[in-house]
């Protein structure tokens, strides 16, 4: 079992920045596939970055490429999510989830979520 608890969420400026973490308890985090996904109101949960074991592959959503950047410190269980640029549709409540491979359905363990909101 792991248990997932997500941080660093808020209200920020059109154009600012947010870090989100994600910390990690029971089993190591270094034997899963590490992700973030996001929610927004009266949308469905959708795919927003994912990285490897080993955080030597990563993967994005084009919605997000070139703005977010995902990380991972296994020694310290943590999973990063920093955002940068943000825009108002990047509002939405993000999950961090651990899992078998790189995508959603893959994902076997899920965080409660954190809100960010972004104004224009």
């Known amino acids: 079992q792991v248990q997932l608890v997500e941080s660093g969420g808020g209200l920020v400026q059109a154009g600012g920045s947010l870090r989100l973490s994600c910390a990690a308890s029971g089993r190591t985090v270094s034997s899963y596939a590490m992700g973030w996904f996001r929610q927004a109101p009266g949308k469905e949960r959708e795919f927003v970055s994912t990285?490897?074991?080993?955080?030597?592959?990563?993967y994005y959503a084009d919605s997000v490429k070139g703005r977010f950047t995902i990380s991972r410190d296994n020694a310290k269980n943590t999973v990063l999510l920093q955002m940068n640029s943000l825009k108002p549709e990047d509002t939405a409540v993000y999950y961090c989830?651990?899992?078998?491979?790189?995508?959603?359905?893959?994902?076997?363990?899920w965080g409660k979520g954190t809100l960010v909101t972004v104004s224009a």
């Open positions: 989830a651990a899992g078998r491979g790189a995508t959603m359905t893959s994902m076997d363990y």
């Open positions: 990285i490897s074991r080993s955080g030597g592959n990563t």
